[in-house]
């Protein structure tokens, strides 16, 4: 067992894991932080998607043991102060940007990614940027909408594909 600590979400935790647990397993299982999802296991979903250090990163291809020292931000870390939903988070209530729900926090984690990267994507960049992360329920569309909506972009016109 190895002792790890990292600031999740603004607070320092700390806890003993095996070298072979996963980050997603540390999040959910010790933190008992379940808004990161596990969706595949296998890196190709994108449900578990959190920053590390400020980087989208599939909690479920990196090891506890890795993220010791890190800065990790959740879907249970992007509300605002007072409670209310983010920027993205709103667009996606505002824009049905979901439907089961089980893609959303990886969504939600990976638009925060693309707009601190890029605040103005198109549609294609949109698209293009969310290709690692499935959704099995709204064909993208109502997402990709709320993404370029949470940018303060105008959306009536981007047509359904």
């Keep these: 067992m190895t002792k790890v600590?990292?600031?999740?979400?603004?607070?320092?935790?700390?806890?003993?894991?095996?070298?072979r647990t996963l980050?997603?397993?540390?999040?959910?299982?010790?933190?008992?932080?379940?808004?990161?999802?596990?969706?595949?296991?296998?890196s190709q979903c994108?449900?578990?998607?959190?920053h590390v250090n400020g980087e989208p990163v599939k909690a479920c291809t990196m090891f506890a043991n890795e993220a010791d020292g890190a800065t990790v931000s959740t879907i249970e870390g992007m509300a605002n102060a007072d409670g209310s939903l983010s920027v993205i988070q709103q667009a996606?209530?505002?824009?049905?940007?979901l439907q089961c729900g089980f893609c959303t926090?990886?969504?939600?984690?990976?638009?925060?990614?693309?707009?601190?990267?890029?605040?103005?994507p198109t549609e294609s960049e949109v698209r293009d940027y969310l290709e690692g992360n499935i959704c099995r329920c709204t064909g993208y569309h109502n997402i990709v909408k709320a993404i370029m909506a949470a940018s303060g972009q105008d959306v009536s016109q981007i047509a359904a594909q």
């Design 5 to 19: 600590t990292m600031t999740v979400n603004g607070k320092t935790v700390s806890g003993e894991v095996e070298g």
């Design 23 to 42: 980050l997603v397993q540390f999040l959910r299982d010790d933190l008992r932080m379940t808004g990161t999802h596990v969706g595949c296991d296998t």
């Design 46 to 50: 994108g449900a578990c998607v959190v």
């Design 92 to 97: 996606f209530q505002d824009h049905h940007g």
């Design 105 to 120: 926090p990886g969504m939600v984690m990976s638009a925060a990614a693309l707009l601190k990267e890029n605040p103005r």
